[in-house]
């Protein structure tokens, strides 16, 4: 499958990606409809740009004309974005670290370890070189009836995340439950972690809780116009005991088809603080929420790991997106969360 054709544009400094976006980061008018004359073509408007990273998932996308950018934006030597640094008591990575890198930091690895495991467990060791953090949380969403080349996508008829206007995994609906499936956002949200966005007017710093939308055809709040610069960790977060679990079809390298990470810190042989995050199981990864309040003040016995199981199990909200049923990866998130739990005693 070859690559469209398309503009590369290549900054040095944030500033000068952020006047490129600035300059071509709107939206087309629309495209030609795929179906051919003679049938009802929805337009879509489509972004005249994107962002390369590591470009491990970027390019086979667009290889699979999921993406048929005029210009792309290689942000990769752009080097104020690439490393990690303590700041204040908490640590900045630049988006552009790559994943091996972030594996490999005894900082990280001491004072934040679900973020550590989370990223060890990414594709293999040859992408985690070339894959970056900030790739890794804009990830795009992913389902059997959209990750296909154009041949076979145009057999189906297309579906609304790319050229269609029906949904084959829930029909007669409207929206899109094609599912964010990236490693490391549980185990960041686990952590508090805040991002910043930096954009023609500026930049601004959110939650990474706040980040997506939870559709998965328009999956996060980033403007056509804007890039990811940096990640933070707060120094709260620091120290707590963090499992990452993760269900994949081939053990070696893939993506998840369900993943839960639990950060938690414990004194005197109670609970002080949890949390329970998923991922690769609804369209945006997803804080359990009530996990914290279940679990704070108590003694982590096995019973409370299988309540804390129940919870997640309920969060988890998969749809034939993937080759593994709902059924069995929404129990697989009930078992992980058990599982991870019991783990962080040892
Ligand atoms: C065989 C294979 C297995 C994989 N297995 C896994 C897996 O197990 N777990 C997993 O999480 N991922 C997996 N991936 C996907 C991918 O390798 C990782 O998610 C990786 O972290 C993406 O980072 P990247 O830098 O290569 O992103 P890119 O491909 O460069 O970009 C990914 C997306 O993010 C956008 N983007 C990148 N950087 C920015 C930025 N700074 N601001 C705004 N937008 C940005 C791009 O426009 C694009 O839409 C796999 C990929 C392959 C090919
Ligand atoms: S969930 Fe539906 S609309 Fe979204 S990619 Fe899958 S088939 Fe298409």
Redesign the pocket.
Known sequence: MSLPQFKLLRPRTVDEAVAYLAKHGGHGAGVPSPFGSGQAPPIQARPRL???????????SMRQKLFEPEYVLD?RHIRELNGICEQGSGVQIG?LTP?STIEHSELLRRRYPVLTEAVS???SPV?RN???I???I???TRCLWYNQSLAWRKACGFCIKKDGDLCHVAPGGTKCWAVF????PPALLCLNAEIEIAGPSGTRRIALRDFYTGEGDNYRK?QANE???RIFLPEASADYRGVYRKL?IRGS????LAGVAVAIKRSNGHVDDAKVALTAVNPAPVLVKGATELLAGKTLTEMLAEAAGDLAAKTAKPLTTSALTPEYRREMIRVFTKRALLATRD
């Open positions: 994107r962002i390369i990273a590591g470009g491990t998932d970027l390019i086979p942000i988006v994943l467990t990414v594709a992408i070339m894959a970056t900030g790739g890794n804009c990830l795009d499936s990236g490693d490391t980033l890039l990811l610069t994949r390298i893939d993506y998840p």
